[in-house]
């Protein structure tokens, strides 16, 4: 069960990021964008309150706090989404070549299978567009012109 809000909670931030830009944000600021973006009904989810998701974006080292001022700062390498599933490729490719008969397990359903038949599902189930639509849809307003590639109107901070 942790590991399932763990996943959800990594879900959010990794939609979240899309819709911010590399840059330095207030706690007050943060909360704005948060709010702007993120369904009512999530939030309310004590495990996925405002201050949690400002918080997994430190744990997942995505941002840095400045503990004097509360100023969030993105870091200079944080993986982004398309990055993120770009390195799944490249290892999934390398497993194959080195350890063709390897049992994987998938990072989002949890499927188990050979580094070929991985790559396949991957491509299949979890493509980045796929992925970026149902986190979408399950986490972000409805309201919001949320489609990868799109900018959104940013909220007022």
Same mark, same amino acid.
Do not use: W
């Given at each position: 069960?942790a590991?399932?809000l763990k996943?959800?909670? @990594?879900q959010?931030v990794?939609?979240?990021?899309?819709?911010?830009?590399q840059?330095?944000?207030?706690k @007050?600021?943060f909360n704005?964008?948060?709010?702007?973006?993120? $369904?009512e009904?999530?939030l309310q989810?004590?495990?996925f309150?405002?201050?949690h998701?400002?918080?997994?974006f430190?744990?997942?080292?995505?941002m840095?706090?400045?503990?004097n001022?509360d100023?969030?700062?993105f870091?200079?390498?944080?993986t982004?989404?398309?990055?993120k599933?770009?390195?799944?490729?490249?290892?999934?490719?390398?497993?194959?070549?080195?350890?063709?008969? $390897?049992m994987?397990?998938?990072d989002?359903?949890?499927?188990?299978?050979? *580094?070929?038949a991985?790559?396949?599902?991957?491509?299949k $189930?979890h493509?980045l567009e796929?992925?970026?639509n @149902?986190?979408?849809?399950?986490?972000c $307003?409805l309201?919001?012109?949320?489609?990868?590639?799109t900018? *959104?109107?940013?909220?007022?901070?």
């Amino acid at each position: 069960m942790a590991n399932q809000l763990k996943k959800r909670k @990594s879900q959010i931030v990794e939609t979240l990021m899309n819709f911010m830009e590399q840059a330095s944000y207030t706690k @007050s600021d943060f909360n704005i964008i948060i709010n702007s973006y993120i $369904k009512e009904e999530i939030l309310q989810n004590p495990t996925f309150a405002i201050d949690h998701i400002r918080r997994a974006f430190v744990d997942m080292k995505i941002m840095i706090k400045n503990p004097n001022n509360d100023v969030y700062t993105f870091v200079k390498d944080y993986t982004t989404l398309l990055k993120k599933h770009q390195e799944i490729i490249v290892e999934l490719n390398q497993q194959i070549d080195n350890n063709p008969d $390897k049992m994987l397990q998938c990072d989002y359903c949890d499927k188990t299978v050979k *580094p070929a038949a991985m790559l396949n599902h991957y491509y299949k $189930k979890h493509s980045l567009e796929d992925y970026y639509n @149902s986190c979408v849809e399950k986490y972000c $307003k409805l309201n919001l012109n949320c489609k990868q590639g799109t900018s *959104p109107d940013k909220p007022e901070i």
